[in-house]
């Protein structure tokens, strides 16, 4: 099923031209950019570390609960809210306790509202001033939240980042050196990267006319960090997989850019690292 951009009004954010022309003239030639099918289905294996991807659920995790399935680790790439209001962090919390995934894995995307303690509201569109929750993330008990740090599950190290270059929203940051700053934070020794935007080129197509995605996310993984999987959203309209030959690159995003579900649940695995048990 595709979602048609026909009719979808266009706007863009600071410095998205650039980086489209960029990768469009320049990077996509230079780049291994590679589409893979999403995996079929198969049985969690004793040997291997199961994660489960979703992403940009927006207060609709409720309606997918039968379809996410058994894992040993649940990743949540980021706007699981619509406003980041106190229901809203509640409801979703206490979804996820219902799962019985080992470890649940969450980051922030642009629209948890109150939870960047750096954001300047004045910023807001009209719509989002006076929603959300200071400090929402302290409402989470069933997962772990990551805000630039890592976690070790299985012997396998998850880093999570909520930054974005979209104005106007919590975790927004301008692209260039203020942005390329937070990727410096990424560990090199990283195996599963789980950010809210999407790297240049990868998934990242806005309303199937500009490349979105982060360039220099992108060089920070090609160039420094080389995990085996990234996992994000923000993009909802490009969910899939895709590859440069060493990571693995994937858009969980669920909803489609009207905030309806479109997508499901996308999974990978990775081998048990040696003296590690399930």
Not at 40 to 57: A, G, H, L, Q, W
Not at 115 to 141: C, M, P, V
Not at 206 to 214: A, P, S, T, V
Not at 247 to 259: G, L, R, V
Request: aromatic fraction near 12%; hydrophobic fraction near 30%; charge should be negative.
């Amino acid at each position: 099923m595709k979602q048609s951009c026909k009719g979808i009004p266009y706007f863009q954010d600071d410095g998205s031209v650039e980086v489209d022309e960029l990768w469009r003239n320049k990077w996509s030639k230079e780049r291994v950019h590679t589409k893979l099918p999403l995996p079929k289905e198969r049985p969690v294996s004793k040997n291997y570390v199961r994660f489960v991807c979703i992403s940009d659920t927006h207060d609709k995790l409720g309606k997918i609960l039968h379809k996410i399935p058994d894992g040993d680790v649940l990743l949540h790439a980021g706007d699981f809210t619509s406003y980041g209001d106190e229901e809203e962090i509640i409801k979703f919390d206490e979804q996820l306790g219902t799962l019985p995934h080992e470890y649940k894995i969450v980051i922030a995307g642009n629209h948890e509202l109150g939870f960047d303690w750096t954001e300047d509201e004045s910023l807001r569109g009209r719509a989002d001033r006076g929603r959300g929750t200071k400090d929402g993330y302290e409402l989470l008990n069933n997962c772990i939240y990551l805000q630039d740090f890592t976690v070790e599950v299985f012997g396998i190290k998850v880093w999570g980042s909520p930054w974005h270059p979209l104005p106007g929203f919590p975790f927004s940051v301008p692209r260039g050196e203020p942005l390329a700053k937070k990727w410096d934070q990424i560990p090199a020794d990283t195996d599963v990267l789980l950010t809210h935007t999407p790297p240049l080129g990868h998934s990242d197509l806005f309303k199937c006319r500009q490349h979105w995605g982060c360039a220099d996310l992108l060089e920070t993984i090609e160039k420094r960090v080389k995990p085996a999987y990234h996992v994000f959203g923000h993009i909802h309209e490009n969910h899939g997989w895709t590859t440069n030959g060493t990571t693995t690159f994937i858009n969980a995003s669920i909803c489609n850019y009207s905030n309806e579900i479109l997508n499901g649940p996308t999974f990978f695995d990775i081998p048990l690292p040696p003296g590690y048990k399930k």
